[in-house]
T-cell receptor, first 113, second 113 residues
């Protein structure tokens, strides 16, 4: 089925470890986004990309890096995980044009101990 | 930073009742979207409204965009247990160029059979 695929679905990290979350979309969307969702905080934008090879910071970028080497993939990296990064991470994509909505992945639940 | 306030934060009703959820801001949005999120899944787009005063219907759900494009409402008629979920509104600031969405924190709806 077409859509946004996130891997892994669950992960437990120790403080200081690093990891990469992968997002892949097969809808040829230009825009891609990484959000985190925390209780009481809603969805907060971490980084986003408006096209292959481009990235930009969102509302809460500290401690994260991203890359978009291919149009269909958007990677989110945690260089040195901290307990404050325990969250559910969602990737989303959308085509250009203001009337189009986001297609979200099913999320990655990350716990940092 | 644009903010979207959703109310109520929580809503628990009996099957068959009607309800309205509100999304308010002091900012003007070029379009506004509503999503529903079920536990363990990503948000799923329900509707996009782009014109001030616009009303859209999706079966038992009615969405309205305020005349000034600063607020929106979602009305559900004869709620059913399948309507249970987290409802999120999101506004698009076309001026940002990246079509970022600002999300409200959501209304958690429980429909009791």
């Amino acid at each position: 089925n077409a859509g946004v695929t996130q891997t892994p679905k669950f992960r437990v990290l120790k403080t200081g470890q690093s990891m990469t979350l992968l997002c892949a979309q097969d809808m040829n969307h230009e825009y891609m986004y990484w959000y985190r969702q925390d209780p009481g905080m809603g969805l907060r934008l971490i980084h986003y990309s408006v096209g292959e090879g481009t990235t930009a910071k969102g509302e809460v970028p500290d401690g994260y890096n991203v890359s978009r080497l291919k149009k269909q993939n958007f990677l989110l990296g945690l260089e040195s995980a901290a307990p404050s990064q325990t969250s559910v991470y969602f990737c989303a994509s959308r085509p250009t044009g203001r009337a189009y909505g986001y297609t979200f992945g099913s999320g990655t639940r990350l716990t940092v101990v | 930073t644009q903010l979207l306030e959703q109310s109520p934060q929580f809503l628990s009703i009996q099957e068959g009742e009607n309800l309205t959820v509100y999304c308010n801001s002091s900012s003007v949005f070029s379009s506004l979207q509503w999503y529903r999120q079920e536990p363990g899944e990503g948000p799923v787009l329900l509707v996009t409204v782009v014109t001030g005063g616009e009303v859209k219907k999706l079966k038992r759900l009615t969405f309205q965009f305020g005349d000034a494009r600063k607020d929106s409402s979602l009305h559900i008629t004869a709620a059913q247990p399948g309507d249970t979920g987290l409802y999120l509104c999101a506004g698009a600031d076309a001026g940002a160029g990246s079509y970022q969405l600002t999300f409200g924190k959501g209304t958690k709806l429980s429909v009791i059979p």
